[in-house]
Nanobody, 123 residues
Framework: QVQLVESGGGSVQNGGSPRLSCLTS????????TAWCRQAPGKEREGVAF???????TYTDSVTGRFTISKDNAKNTLYLQWNNLKPADTAMYFC?????????????????WGQGTQVTVSS
């Protein structure tokens, strides 16, 4: 069992640079693939950034070049950093973990989820 707790959301001005953190516990963090997903009002949840156990990353097209996913295995923490935020990035952001992930940005691949943290970007 893996527990995930996000922090760092809030309201940011267009282009602002907060960082989201996700503290994990309950299982070997190093053995799980992890991702950041988001869900905007009225839209389906989507995977935006993925990092595998070997450190390889994948991003959805809309955030490539603006978002960076990373993790600190010693701290059992996953991060999402960004620049050039846009109002279209406004959403509830979730961290997720899965033991066996084939399709990296497919949300159904993940067994464990955090409660989410709201990020609101104003122009």
């Amino acid at each position: 069992q893996v527990q995930l707790v996000e922090s760092g959301g809030g309201s940011v001005q267009n282009g602002g640079s907060p960082r989201l953190s996700c503290l994990t516990s309950g299982a070997n963090f190093r053995r799980h693939s992890t991702a950041w997903c988001r869900q905007a009002p009225g839209k389906e949840r989507e995977g935006v950034a993925f990092i595998d156990t070997d450190g390889s990353t994948t991003y959805t097209d809309s955030v490539t070049g603006r978002f960076t996913i990373s993790k600190d295995n010693a701290k059992n923490t996953l991060y999402l950093q960004w620049n050039n935020l846009k109002p279209a990035d406004t959403a509830m952001y979730f961290c997720a973990a899965g033991r066996y992930v084939a399709d990296r940005l497919r949300v159904q691949e993940y067994e464990y989820w955090g409660q989410g943290t709201q990020v609101t970007v104003s122009s």
